[in-house]
């Protein structure tokens, strides 16, 4: 799985995800939201490249998608996730230069900024030669966000506690998706807090959740269609009333069903087969609201180091 270039630098590529379920309960005590969530990684990817600093420094670049938009302080959640990992397991000496080139969108609702946090804690552990074991990896990952566990682990998973207690979810083959990228993106909290303001809790079924495991594990569209929910959905659209021709007019173009990505403002749309996904892209592309498309499929990988670069 590991591997290192040649002078030193570790190139990791790290998948996007969309949550086909997503049912939240009531606001906890500590501010987060129980969840009951189905996660899939998408072929949509971020390429976090690490190499060595001086003297205990650690700074960041960002390149490509929504680059100008992701900070370059220490509020970078890659930049947290290394000086997160170093404190535990590293000495003060050790230093880092991270540079992040993005495709998943930013603020987007597909986890883009805990890719990066996922992809820097596996980059700078072989950087730095610390050998530590997945389970280390997976427990800083939860410190730093709910969803950075799964974006370390990719493929497809049942999400539960705030999102990162995770169990394998059963797929079988592969599915073809679109996404639609609004022009702007929503803050996550802003979503949660909104969803606080209008909303009881879940009214999703436990029942829908696992009718939609076993449309996953028998890859029957129709079943998993018809399973798709996002408690999200309305405080999503309430912040961004924009998507909503997006999530309802975008199906006139092909698709199977389509869905506010995570907390949004991404709109993914399921599709039957790559025909499908081509004519929708196109169609999509026409959209005011749509700034820009791309297509996907999953589930796939999560953060893994790449060959010597
Ligand atoms: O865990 P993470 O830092 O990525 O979450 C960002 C924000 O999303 C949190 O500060 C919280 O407002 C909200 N959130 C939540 N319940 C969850 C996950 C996230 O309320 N289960």
Known sequence: MESRDLDGAVRVQVPGKVNLALA????????????????MAVSLYDVVTATPARRGRLTVEV?????????????????????LLRARYGDEELGVHLSIEKRIPVAGGMAGGSADAAAALLACSVLWGLELPAS??????????????????????????????????????????????????????????????????????????????TGLASHDLDVIRDAMCNDLTRAAVRLYPGILTTLEDGLDHGGVASIVSGSGPTVAFLCADTDDAVDLAVGLSTFPEVRAVHRAHGPVPGARVLSNS
């Open 24 to 39: 939240v309960s009531p606001r906890r005590e500590d501010g987060y939201h129980e969840l009951v969530t189905v996660f």
């Open 63 to 83: 390149s490509g998608e929504g680059a100008d938009q992701v900070p370059l302080d220490m509020s970078n959640l890659a930049l947290k996730a290394a000086a």
């Open 136 to 213: 280390a990896l997976y427990e800083l990952a939860a410190e730093l966000g709910s969803d950075v566990p799964f974006a370390l682990m990719g493929g497809c998973a049942l999400g539960t506690g705030r999102g990162e207690q995770l169990a394998p979810a059963l797929c079988r083959g592969s599915y073809d998706w679109v996404f639609a990228l609004a022009p702007r993106g929503l803050s996550t909290a802003a979503v949660f807090a909104d969803f606080d303001r209008f909303s009881a809790g879940t009214t999703t079924p436990r029942t829908v959740v696992d009718e939609l495991l």
